[in-house]
């Protein structure tokens, strides 16, 4: 088995203040993603990216940048946070990134902004 | 576009009692349809898939039937206990220009008391 590890686990910030959040995979998984989750609305796609040095952008990605300078690490950057926003950041990886497979998820960054 | 809808935002119930969450989905295609499960303070797990329509997936005591007729995907389990208690996610797979994309439904919040 392996384990995806997010870190930190509480992210507290100023509002315009740039943010980063790490991610870490020891499944050896090609895909990985960044979504948010706010509370009522389900998860949405910030970035994915398929590979080593790949990005792609999700339905979510302004105001967001991401890195992926290593297969097993997949950073995500708020670039200036928005005064009381409150919301959690899951990272996931999958072997692949077909629709049809399993997606692997962190336990999440919960962000809050003052 | 794609879209899943989950009707019901909160289901309480009793140990032993029976559950049925309601998820209807639209996309063209075939898709896969996923149910996620998240416990509290933990990221999302896969719970089911079914990548064939008209099968039925099942896991831990939980079932779930691909509908292609009436494109839903109930998740039901005939005795609920206490540690089912979490947020059930309705899940579909893109068959469209990206594969990499999932829909969320918004989540289900199941609270099962003793």
């Known amino acids: 088995g392996g384990i995806i590890t997010q870190t930190p686990k509480f992210l507290i910030g100023q509002e315009g203040q740039k943010l980063t959040l790490k991610c870490q995979q020891n499944?050896?998984?090609?895909?990985m993603y960044w979504y948010r989750q706010d509370s009522g609305k389900g998860l949405r796609l910030i970035y994915y990216?398929?590979?080593?040095?790949?990005?792609q952008k999700g339905d979510l990605s302004e105001g967001y940048d991401a890195s992926r300078e290593k297969k097993s690490s997949f950073s995500l950057t708020v670039t200036s946070a928005q005064k009381n926003e409150m919301a959690v950041f899951l990272c996931?990886?999958?072997?692949?990134?077909?629709?049809?497979?399993?997606?692997?998820f962190g336990s999440g960054t919960r962000l809050t902004v003052l | 576009g794609n879209s899943v809808t989950q009707m019901q935002g909160q289901v309480t119930l009793s140990e032993e009692e029976f559950l049925f969450i309601n998820c209807t989905y639209s996309?063209?295609?075939?898709?896969?349809l996923f149910w996620y499960v998240q416990y509290p303070g933990e990221g999302p797990q896969l719970l089911l898939k079914?990548?064939?329509?008209?099968n039925k997936g099942s896991s831990r005591g939980f079932e779930a039937t691909y509908d292609k007729g009436t494109t839903s995907f109930h998740l039901q389990k005939a005795s609920v206990q206490e540690s089912d208690s979490a947020v059930y996610y309705c899940v579909l797979g893109d068959l469209g220009g990206s594969n990499y994309k999932l829909t969320f439904g918004k989540g289900t919040l199941l609270t099962v008391t003793p």
């Open positions: 996309t063209t295609g075939y898709p896969t």
């Open positions: 990216s398929i590979t080593e040095n790949d990005l």
């Open positions: 499944f050896n998984h090609d895909t």
């Open positions: 996931a990886s999958s072997i692949s990134g077909t629709s049809a497979e399993t997606l692997y």
């Open positions: 079914v990548t064939t329509a008209n």
